[in-house]
């Protein structure tokens, strides 16, 4: 009896979804939105009224039906049925489905839709078993055309950093549709659609047209976008070349302009810092990226030989004199070193700056133009963490020599009173006199250059020299002129001053002691000064700031008839005033010198590797031998250069070329 | 180009008056090539000629009709001018190089008795008759590979100063063209045109001379084989930048 009443029921149902369910979906309205409320209806109904079968039969439901195998409980019958006659009917398949998409591509365009009635067609769907077949699959396909066109469309339209922003809006709103109406296991395939279309298939043009703009303007919550988006579609490797080829271009661009060297320091580290905020707060200090950033600051900083690391020493030596670190507090300047010396971990070549660093060190020590002594030992130390105590050895050196100079001034004055205490007939100076003994090897070599002093200076200079000698025997004093200076007592007649001038200056003015005019010709024999650097001195007494000096004829140049008075006219503010920064300064020779002294250094680092080598080897080609000398030298070398010093060394017979192989070389001991 | 050595262009010059007249004795040199050996292939004539000890005296009554009246035991440039004359060679003849060579003579222009008696010993002649017959026979040792490489690095050496260890761009020059212009004269000429274009070097040293034999031998006219990282002397890398950059249009 059961059996024939499922088989009735079963009928039944059939027939009502066939002649009454079906036709009111067949040849109805073609507005989407209205067929979709039609099913919709059709199927709530149908709901209803097989819920309320169930309720009816539910006795038959529970019982038979369960016991018997094949058999379908009534709610799985009426679904079977309503797909069977509905839901695979092509008509309303295709206008059901036409109208849902229609409607996700109008809530895509912006407009408000259904959500409600969205939801309880999928659902329907759900139930029927229909949902990966009739929704789904087609849903994504269309999707992805969506997709596709809008992002070809938009990527032209707007800027990347707005892109960016609209595909993480775009990824949101799937989200929540899938959240809203979407079965959740729509949740990935629809999300790699999006991501695939708008993001995948562009990430050469978003990098390409909006990367360098967002790392120029450090825009950091774009990049941050931009980071996190591309990491979806395992794009960070793309992300992490433009990064560092970005790094490294803006870097070879600040160092190598010559005009822009002035800035180049600075630039340097304002760059660093920006990029480093960046890495930080963008790319989460991405390990991988940290080191390309690393890489490409190495590669950029050594684009240009030798003059960074020069601009550096500059740099710091400018920081570490009186008034450098105007306006920084301590821990200001501490931060700057650090951060300067990151920059000096990048350099290769590091000869160079040892070079620069030892001469603007010396003239800071010697003419007392350290803001703190601390500060500089500070810097020591870290130049040492860096390269080693050989290479601040020297360094160190200079400052002992500073200190052991200040105790070996307190024991001249001692000595000087026990010889008059002895009664040993020595002249008492009539002036101060402050040594700095300088151990040679330590400093930077200086030329000595001749100059006349007055009496007075030769007295104090011999009688220290005696007690100097007869301290340490065997060590020869050698007094270097062009790094003296001295305090004048300057009686204007509008003030007295104490005026600081340079060995030189102070030999020119001494001659005018008695209120005399005296002649170019006349101050160049006395002070026996060399003609270039004389006419500097005398511009410098005549044409500075500091007038104190009077020149007739009152032209720009010093000429060889000049003649030269003192300015009895002279007044200043200060009582104290400086006219030898001309020592401080750097000329251009200088400069040149410095350099040259490194690069023929570096010649003979050089010549003594390739015989180091050959000695070992006795033979070598000459491929093999230039990489072993590469490996070698500290410093970039170009082959050319280093061809030349092979060819030196062949013709000062250390090497000769093999007869019968012009590529091979033998060692002639 | 230098003018103090514009004489030396016209070596062996005909005219003595234009010789730089400087009065250096005869410095030992540290020549390394190796000291020529004579074919066996001497011509009948002169086998027969062989005589024994007897050449000796022939060879110096020889030197004397050449000796300078200063000095008896040298031949200088106005009678190496009269020897060529004798016989019967332009004084700028390659010959005369190649003779030269066989006497191991160490200065252009000048033939010590002893070397004069060497070489004719080794060419197994006495009189100068007899070396004008073999005369024609030196231009084959140019052809052998090895003779003509000794040959040109023994050029290096006779052409150069004595107390040098270089050898100035116009004699270079010079020399270069008398001795390899047979045999490349496309190189010989364009290299000859780099060194007056070019202003780094003032003189080729022993190592850039031998080079360029070993360039012109085993490069080719298109210079496509030439490998700048190899170890060939800067010079050459630089004369084959400015011939490709010259010689592309």
Partial sequence: ?669 | MPEANADRLKYPIRCTAMYKATTHTHTPTHNTHTTPHIEATSSPKSRANNEGPANSKKIDEAFDKYQDPQDKDTIGPEGIGQLCGDLGVEPEDVSVLVLAWYMDAQRMGYFKRSEFAAGMTKLSVDTIPKLKNILPRLHKDLEDQAKFREIYRFAFFFAKEPEQKILDLATSEAMLRLIMLPSSPQIVEHFCEFLQTQTSYKSLNLDQWMSLLEFCRSIQADLSNYDENGAWPVILDEYVEWSRETWAK
């Fill in chain 1, 1 to 669: 009896m059961a059996a024939s009443l499922y088989t009735r029921l079963q009928a039944d149902v059939d027939e009502h979804i066939r002649t009454s369910e079906l036709p009111r979906l067949l040849g109805q309205t073609s507005d989407p939105t209205l067929y979709l409320s039609l099913v919709n209806t059709v199927w709530q109904e149908h709901c209803e009224h097989m819920i309320m079968i169930r309720s009816i039969f539910l006795y038959l439901d529970r019982t038979y039906l369960m016991q018997t195998q094949g058999l379908r409980s009534l709610w799985d019958m009426g679904l079977t049925l309503f797909r069977a006659h509905i839901t695979t009917n092509e008509e309303v398949v295709r206008k059901t489905l036409t109208g849902l998409l229609r409607t996700i591509e109008r809530e895509r365009n912006g407009e408000t839709v259904n959500r409600g009635l969205m939801k309880s067609l999928l659902r329907m769907f759900t139930a029927l078993g229909q949902y990966n077949e009739a929704f789904e699959r087609p849903f994504l396909e269309a999707s992805n055309a969506y997709y596709k066109e809008e992002g070809c469309r938009k990527i032209q339209e707007i800027d990347v950093a707005d892109y960016l922003k609209h595909v993480e809006g775009r990824l949101a709103e799937e989200a929540d549709r899938v959240i809203q109406y979407l079965d959740v296991n729509t949740k990935k395939p629809i999300i790699m659609v999006v991501e695939r279309q708008l993001l995948e298939t562009h990430v050469a043009d978003i990098l390409a047209k909006g990367f360098s703009v967002l790392m120029n303007e450090t825009r950091v919550d774009d990049l941050g976008r931009m980071y996190q988006l591309l990491a979806r579609v395992s794009s960070l490797e793309k992300l992490r070349a433009s990064f560092k080829d970005y790094i490294k271009a803006t870097g070879v661009d600040i160092v190598t302009h010559p005009e822009k060297d002035a800035t180049m320091v600075q630039d340097l580290l304002d760059f660093k810092a920006r990029a480093d905020s960046i890495l930080d707060q963008s790319f989460h200090h991405n390990e991988a990226f940290a080191y390309g950033l690393k890489e490409a600051f190495e590669q950029a900083i050594n684009s240009r030989q030798n003059r960074p690391a020069e601009l550096v020493a500059k740099y710091i030596d400018a920081r570490l004199k009186s008034g450098g670190s105007k306006g920084m507090s301590e821990e200001e300047t501490e931060s700057l070193f650090d951060r300067l010396m990151v920059l000096f971990r990048y350099i290769q070549g590091k000869d160079v700056f040892e070079a620069f660093y030892k001469k603007d060190l010396a003239k800071r020590l010697l003419l007392g133009k350290s803001s703190s002594i601390d500060t500089e030992k500070s810097m020591i130390t870290r130049i040492k963490a860096e390269c080693g105590s050989s290479f601040t050895s020297k360094l160190e050196g200079m400052f002992k020599d500073v200190a052991l100079s200040k105790d070996l001034m307190d024991a001249f004055a001692a000595w000087q009173e026990v010889q008059a205490g002895k009664g040993a007939m020595i002249t008492r100076p009539t002036i101060d006199i402050n040594v700095s003994v300088l151990t040679t090897g330590f400093w930077p070599p200086y030329a000595p250059v001749e100059v006349k002093l007055p009496k007075e200076f030769i007295e104090v200079q011999d009688l220290f020299k005696s007690f100097y000698m007869s301290k340490y025997s065997g060590r020869r004093l050698q007094w270097q002129n062009s790094l003296g200076h001295c305090v004048l007592k300057a009686n204007f007649p509008a003030g007295r001053k104490e005026i600081i001038v340079s060995l030189f200056q102070t030999a020119i003015l001494m001659l005018f002691n008695d209120g005399k005019q005296v002649e170019y010709q006349e101050i160049a024999e006395l002070t026996g000064i060399e003609t270039k650097e004389l006419r500097n001195t005398l511009a410098s007494l005549t044409l500075g700031k500091a007038k104190v000096l009077n020149k007739e004829p009152k032209t720009k140049d010093i000429g060889d008839e000049d003649v030269f008075t003192f300015n009895s006219k002279f007044s200043a503010k200060l009582f104290r005033i400086k006219i030898n920064s001309v020592q401080m300064k750097e000329t251009a020779e200088e400069q040149t010198k410095t350099q040259e002294k490194v690069f023929e250094d570096r010649q003979y680092q050089v010549d003594a590797a390739i015989v180091r080598i050959m000695k070992m080897r006795k033979t070598l080609t000459h491929n093999l031998l230039m990489s072993e000398i590469i490996g070698q030298i500290k410093f970039q070398a170009k082959p050319a250069d280093l061809k030349k010093r092979i060819e030196s060394l062949i013709e000062r017979e250390y090497l000769e070329r093999d007869p019968n192989n012009p590529q091979l070389y033998t060692y002639l001991a």
